[in-house]
């Protein structure tokens, strides 16, 4: 039942009508008998901080940031978590109680928990290729790291943003014993990788990723952080590229991070298969 005391929740971005993220905390709350209103909010190109302000006067209790606000999310923070500080970017923004704004990123941590747990291809050893090295690729480089895969490699079309990227994340590629480079041409990549995660929005834009065959294990796993029918093409290339490759859109990722966020906010996670299902289904 909602009333006026009910907490306000909200995922803020330019555009936002696409956003599942509603109907995710809506189901997530239903399960859990946590009480709450989220709803999505349109904020002007320029308007961000604004936006946050009138909401939080207005009692919101919490929110999701997505494009294009997530480095100014990090940035209006008074604290945040060192893996958001790392991204360079915040997807979770709440208030202590006494009224400091924090900020996460839980991205990286539903892509991880979506291939690990969901998927159950652990990432411990592996040799894993990340394309793209945009808001979403860096949100989720450190968590990929922390799950020690032998090498991890980066190619992104502007190769000056995968160096970037890498560079960021060099020390703490030192400190847990993964190899981390940026790759400059999919041409000519070293061998095969176990797991290819595509964090580049190709698809959403019309455009072509021009992956080779020879990239993909014969028993590896190919993973599309874009959800639905944008992406197929990445998906069709991992059947033709290894037909016995597990492949999965970023549904799953999605869900997890927003759970990730639902756990921060109320203290309880919720069950995500379900929920995963309920998303796939609509
Ligand atoms: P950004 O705009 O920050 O980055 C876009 C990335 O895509 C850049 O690396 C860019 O390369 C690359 N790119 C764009 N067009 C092309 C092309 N034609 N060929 C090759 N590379 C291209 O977006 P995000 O990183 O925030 O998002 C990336 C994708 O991940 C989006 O599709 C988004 O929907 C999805 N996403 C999914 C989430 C989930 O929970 N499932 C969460 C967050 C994002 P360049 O630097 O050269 O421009």
Avoid at 87 to 101: E, I, K, M, Q, Y
Wanted: aromatic share 4%.
């Amino acid at each position: 039942m909602i009333s006026t005391s009910t907490p306000r929740f909200a995922v803020i971005g330019h555009p936002i009508a696409h956003s599942r993220s509603p109907a995710i905390h809506a189901a997530f709350a239903a399960q859990t008998g946590v009480a709450l209103q989220y709803e999505a909010v349109l904020a002007p190109l320029e308007g961000f901080g604004e936006t946050l302000r009138t909401l939080r006067d207005a009692g919101l209790a919490g929110c999701n940031v997505t494009l294009p606000f997530k480095p100014e999310a990090l940035n209006l923070a008074d604290l945040a978590s060192e893996r958001a500080q790392l991204a360079g970017a915040a997807n979770t923004l709440g208030w202590t109680s006494d009224g400091r704004l924090w900020a996460d990123n839980t991205d990286g941590l539903g892509l991880l928990r979506d291939i690990e747990h969901n998927a159950g291809c652990k990432l411990a050893g592996c040799q894993l290729l990340l394309l793209g090295a945009g808001g979403a690729s860096s949100g989720c480089l450190g968590p990929l790291l922390e799950a020690r895969p032998a090498r991890l490699l980066v190619w992104n079309r502007s190769s000056s943003k995968a160096h970037e990227l890498v560079s960021r994340h060099e020390s703490l590629a030192a400190r847990l014993g993964v190899q981390l480079a940026a790759l400059e041409h999919l041409q000519g990549a070293p061998g095969r990788f176990d797991v290819v995660i595509n964090g580049t929005s190709a698809a959403l834009h019309s455009g072509r990723l021009e992956l080779p065959e020879g990239l993909l294990n014969a028993d590896g796993l190919a993973l599309d952080m874009v959800y639905g029918p944008a992406s197929a093409p990445f998906l069709d290339w991992a059947a033709r590229a290894a037909p016995g490759a597990r492949r999965r859109d970023g549904l799953g990722m999605l869900v997890e991070q927003a759970a990730e966020a639902f756990q921060r906010w109320h203290g309880v996670r919720p069950d995500t298969a379900a929920v995963l299902s309920q998303m796939r289904a609509a």
